[in-house]
């Protein structure tokens, strides 16, 4: 049988995008007509975050969960030179002892989103596997450029890192999340601490990461005009990050972790990405150069998935499956 490499699969003729789930085709049929793709966020003027599902707007008493956490926002320090960083810490009420936290980076596209973004989703695991999370807000580009966005990020891990006992929460235990824009700020946040002997992570969950500015992956070119963050949407994000850099060889591997020519000593990753997105082809290459590094990741691709699939449509059955992987791995990750 002949094995075709993967330099050969990346010249191989390109055919139509993979088919969407059912269910989830009729969930993006409604959601086509408040993010057109080629939108979805990207271009200040586009649609509002509060309309985009998954991105809306989340009070106190939402995240307290009848009080199962308690919930409080901290202005901590930021990079050198730069303004604070703003931390949403949601705490395990009844835990009497230090508990493992999630360390928490949301999406938008480098361009929008809070730290109250995708929170309820963390909760949902937190209460769970009994775990407290911190939730970062980071500059948003392109009023920040690279490397605002992830230094805030990365001082935000150091502060709760530092403050991890009077915050109840296992130093040892903390890990990194982010879905989008933030896994891909995630994964440049266990590259930084790696390289600068940082905290030490005990894992990384990176949710269809936005980790490739060149944009040009067969999945890429496969997406265009398709689905949610098409390749139109991915250029205006990185373009916004990074401006006339976006493409070039002068991008820093912490500003797009795919172009990390070492990826060995990382935490055990959980990397998951649709079928049908932007994205594919660079998160599962990520995988790949994890293994080829000697290190440790689980790839999960999600057959007729678009991008954000399970916050946008979280009923789906496959949105359930994709929950119930990351919590099977997350517990795992916590029983070492």
Request: overall charge negative; glycine content about 12%.
């Amino acid at each position: 049988m002949e094995h075709t490499s993967p330099d050969r699969a990346a010249t191989a003729p390109l055919g139509p995008p993979p088919p969407f789930d059912p269910e989830l085709a009729t969930a993006l049929a409604a959601i086509h007509e408040l993010m057109p793709p080629g939108g979805s966020g990207a271009d200040p003027g586009a649609t509002p975050p509060e309309d985009v599902p998954g991105m809306r707007p989340v009070t106190n008493e939402t995240l307290e969960r009848d009080g199962a956490f308690r919930v409080e926002e901290r202005s901590v320090p930021g990079p050198a030179g730069a303004p604070d960083v703003s931390l949403l810490i949601c705490r395990l009420a009844d835990a009497a002892t230090p508990v493992p936290a999630l360390y928490h980076i949301h999406g938008g596209g480098m361009t929008v989103g809070d730290n109250r973004t995708g929170v309820p989703e963390m909760l949902d695991l937190a209460q769970e596997l009994r775990l407290s999370v911190v939730s970062v807000e980071y500059r948003l580009a392109p009023g920040t450029r690279h490397p605002g966005p992830v230094e805030d990020c990365y001082a935000g891990l150091v502060w709760t890192a530092e403050h991890a006992a009077e915050l109840g929460i296992d130093p040892e235990r903390v890990i990194v999340v982010g879905g989008s824009a933030g896994g891909g700020l995630a994964a440049a946040v266990a590259l930084l601490a790696r390289d600068r002997g940082g905290p030490a992570l005990l894992g990384q969950v990176l949710m269809c990461p936005m980790i490739d500015d060149r944009n040009d992956t067969p999945s890429a070119r496969q997406m265009t005009g398709v689905g949610v963050w098409d390749r139109a949407a991915n250029e205006a994000g990185w373009t916004a990050l990074l401006g006339a850099a976006r493409g070039t060889d002068d991008v820093s591997p912490y500003a797009a972790p795919a172009r990390a020519a070492d990826l060995s000593g990382l935490p055990p990753a959980f990397v998951d990405v649709a079928s049908a997105e932007t994205f594919r082809d660079e998160d599962v290459d990520y995988a790949r150069h994890i293994w080829q590094a000697g290190g440790e990741a689980e790839l999960h691709v999600w057959t007729g998935g678009f991008h954000g699939f399970d916050s946008m449509a979280p009923q789906a059955a496959i949105s359930r499956d994709a929950w119930q992987a990351r919590l099977r791995w997350l517990r795992r990750l916590l029983a070492h």
